[in-house]
Every structure is written in structure tokens, then in C-alpha cells.
């Protein structure tokens, strides 16, 4: 499903994916102060971990602090690990409410991610998990410092930059996720703490929890 997204408060969303798929940026999704308001109220609600994960056979320690939040019994896997829902916090749940409103979707969940400085960082990957179905729709919010969201699409190698602002969303939908990955590199120009909230609707007949 490719979103019609409108203009909101007549601010421009922007396409970053040239084809096979859409990512729309709203720099500017919500203002400054609440943003930071925001930012602040994650970072201590949350029960951040540091988990292991299974990449190509080896176990390795995920390189940023993350949760998994969303309804009853909603479980996921990722990277060979599965892991079962933490409960709503206020403040997820209200964004909850806004990333459906900006796009017409409908999340049950989502995986919020701190990234404590440049040297936190995911490699390439793709939310394709069977239980988000063929062609999810995934909200992408971003607070605290600056970070370079990076596309690489898997036939023709082409990589698409764009930097992910404090109080943007980046909504990815149709069939990016069949036809490009994503990561955040490590990078030396960061230091300040960073949060990343990626909305996302698991299917229950999938999700075997």
C-alpha cells in the first residue's frame, strides 16, 4: 500500500526513494518544544535493554539500547530473536495516535530504539518479517541528535542518503521493504543521544506468541 500523505499544517512531505517503493519525509512533523518534551519522557519511560541478536549464524550484542512495546500478545521476531511486548507508556501511545492519524494506518506496536552516541548504529536490513505482511506500512520517528538514515536497494546497489531531523517522521510503505535495505552507519560527527520510534502493524495470524 503506497499512502496518499497530505500536507500537514501546511508543511511539504518529501519522497526519498526514486522507485520500488516510498519513504516520506515531514522534516518538521512536530515543533521543537514538544519534541523535545517528547525525547526527554522516552528516554526515562522506557525499559531500555541491550540484547543479543543472531546475525549470519553468530551471536553478537546489538549495538544501541531498544524495547518492544505494543498490545497484549503481540510478540515479533527479528534477527533470530523473539521477544514479547512491553506495555504501553503514555507517550508512545499518544504517538501511537499521531503517526495513524498522519497516515490512515493502523499500528499495534512498535520497536523504540536509543542510539547513545555515533558509535551505536544497525547494519543493513529490512523490516520484512512475515508477520508485518508484503507490504508494511512503518512510521519512523526521530528525536535528539541528527542522525544519516541510509537506503540501498537490492538489485542495482543504488544508495539513497537523507539525515533524519529532531521531530521528523519518515513513513515507509508499498514495497520498499522487498525492494531496499536500510541502516544507520556509525558515524565520529555524533555524540548527543538519539530515539528512534518505529511504528509498525504485526498480523496475528502470523504472530505466533
Known sequence: MKLDLEHSDGKSWQEILPYDGSARLLPTFLPRDASDRIFAAIRSEVPWT???LVLFGKKMTEPRLSCWVGDTGV???????????????????????????????KFNSVLANLYR?????????????????PEPVIASLSFGDERRFDFRH?????????VLPHGSILVMSGTTQANWKHRIARTKRSTAP?????????HAEQNHA
Open 75 to 105: 510478540s515479533y521476531t527479528y534477527s533470530g530473536v523473539r521477544r514479547a511486548p512491553e506495555p504501553w507508556t503514555k507517550t508512545l501511545d499518544e504517538l501511537r495516535y499521531s503517526c495513524e492519524e498522519v497516515t490512515g494506518a
Open 154 to 162: 537490492r538489485v542495482s546497489g543504488e544508495t539513497i542518503n537523507v
Open 117 to 133: 552516541s555515533g558509535d551505536d548504529a544497525m547494519g543493513w536490513h529490512a523490516d520484512d518479517e512475515p508477520e508485518l505482511g
Open 50 to 52: 541491550s540484547h543479543d
Open 194 to 202: 538519539r530515539v528512534n520510534l518505529t511504528y509498525r502493524f504485526v
